[in-house]
């Protein structure tokens, strides 16, 4: 009993220290939001601001299109969101349900894929990009990852677990593969659909590198872009860097709020069987 207390203590221990550690950083850059740009220049640095200062967030909006950014941030993140969903559902379908010849070979160079560095495939992706003339538009930003290998594999996953009574019935009745799969197979799939969908607008929210290859001028940058704006040369407020970083949080920490348990429970769904 005592051993198993102690246990119990030990690992709520570390997942408290854990918690903190990871936790801290957010504090800072809340914390800092609100702070003057003395209070946040002090050293040693201070964890509280000593009222509430809204005068950085209007700065913020003030010196860059920050809704302009967010806006297209969402724009871009939706859209792939979307395109990951009805790419990843068809490819899954396919490779779950569907007989032919090397299926299994095919399925297996696909995941292969997914050991190949993204930074690999960045200079033929902008080459094509800008060959298509799609320079800073949401085409150039949304187009090459409309498909992934992992939603495919995640999906393709959750369509395994499917009854196979199910299927055969519905195929003994005379549905095709197109009424299976609109019918029953996505449906009965929503729990990855939230959790792919959930990992991917989170995801490509927070791109720096391609959108920063691929946009040039302020109307088509994105939050992560358009944040560093606020951190000059000479001197840099980081009280005001701050507050931006904030509102930047904002929607994706409200998404992952909402849907946090959707995505645990989705992403470890058949860990357990029976």
Request: some cysteine; aromatic content about 12%; proline content about 5%.
């Amino acid at each position: 009993m005592r051993q198993g207390l102690m246990r119990t203590g030990i690992a709520y221990f570390f997942m408290i220290v854990a918690a903190v550690l990871i936790l801290l950083p957010f504090w800072i850059a809340v914390s800092n939001s609100f702070m003057t740009e003395s209070e946040s220049a002090t050293y040693p640095p201070r964890f509280l601001p000593s009222g509430i200062n809204i005068d950085n967030f209007i700065t913020v909006m003030n010196n860059i299109p920050i809704i302009r950014f967010i806006v297209n941030s969402f724009v871009t993140s939706s859209i792939i969101t979307v395109g990951n969903l009805i790419t990843s559902c068809m490819a899954a379908y396919a490779f779950a349900f569907l007989r032919f010849p090397g299926r299994k070979i095919l399925f297996g160079i696909f995941m292969a894929t997914m050991m190949i560095p993204w930074e690999v495939t960045v200079i033929p992706n902008y080459l094509t990009v800008r060959s298509w003339g799609w320079l800073d538009s949401y085409q150039g930003l949304t187009v090459p990852f409309l498909a992934t290998a992992f939603g495919t594999f995640l999906m393709r996953q959750f369509f395994l677990q499917l009854p196979k009574e199910l299927m055969e019935a519905a195929r003994i009745d005379g549905c095709g593969h197109i009424r299976i799969f609109a019918s029953l197979a996505v449906p009965l799939s929503m729990p990855g659909l939230a959790t792919l969908g959930i990992y991917s607008f989170l995801n490509h929210w927070n791109m720096y590198l391609w959108p920063l290859l691929i946009t040039n001028s302020e109307s088509m940058r994105t939050v992560q872009i358009g944040i560093s704006m606020l951190q000059f040369a000479d001197v840099t407020a980081w009280n005001v860097v701050m507050a931006g970083i904030v509102l930047v949080m904002l929607p994706s920490l409200v998404l992952l709020a909402v849907g946090l348990g959707r995505l645990v429970g989705g992403l470890t769904a058949g860990a357990l069987k029976g």
